[in-house]
């Protein structure tokens, strides 16, 4: 049977940073719908257009345009066996649509990463995102070892335009609208984990590869 995992969390949790690792440790292609968005703003097609100006002021895309790409995206042959969701759903409307889609035909594990809104705020201004690959560095705390250039593929880094703190605080009051009720959600259907999003990236990797394995054995 397919797998699904959805990583949940506030902006600038750690959904990015460890989906990378997470879908390596699980064998699971990695679906980004914030990723996929930028990626169709840099090569500047019209949904890239459409979708900008909710991007940039904080604001979520409508649900329709995230459901047509975020289906398009899973119909590919690679994640026939499952995928790894980090961005979506964000909606409950979203969610219901996933659950229609998946209907019986996959395990979901939702996992819930914790983080205080009083530390997002440090966590974003600090990010550099790689504008070749988009590998996620963090002045303080995820350092390139040469500035301004990423670790991966030396691309050179770069501030999301949606990273001011501005539109962090309504990213945030938009997330604790509109997405928190997720949680309960996917609690409600036994399908919930919580995994401290607080602690290092090392160890909230090891926490969550401890209720990914614990999920797959049940
Ligand atoms: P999206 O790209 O999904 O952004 P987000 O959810 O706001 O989350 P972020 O990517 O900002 O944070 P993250 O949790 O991935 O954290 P990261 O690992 O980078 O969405 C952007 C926009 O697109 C939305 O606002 C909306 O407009 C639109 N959109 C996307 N999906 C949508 C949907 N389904 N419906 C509608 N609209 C949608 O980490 C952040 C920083 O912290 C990094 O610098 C990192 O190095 C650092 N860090 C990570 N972990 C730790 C740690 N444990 N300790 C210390 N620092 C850490
Ligand atoms: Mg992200």
Redesign the pocket.
Known sequence: MARVVILL???????????VRLSRELGLPHV????L??ENRAQGTPLGAR?QE??DS??????DL?LDM?FDRVSRPDCTGGYLL??????LP?ADALERRLGTAAKVQAIN?AVADTAIVD??S????CEKCGN???VK??PPKSAGRCDKCGGELAQ?T??APATVQK?LA??HEQTEPLEQFYRSRGLLDEVD?????DA?FQALKQVASRRRAS
């Open positions: 969390g506030p902006p600038g949790a750690g959904k990015g940073t460890q989906a980004s719908t914030g990723d968005f930028r979708v909710f991007m904080g604001r979520l895309v409508p649900d995230v975020l980090d961005g979506f759903p964000r909606t979203q990463l966590r974003l600090g990010r550099r995102t996620i560095h963090h705390t995820a999301r949606d990273d990213r938009v997330y999003g607080g602690l290092s990236p909230v």
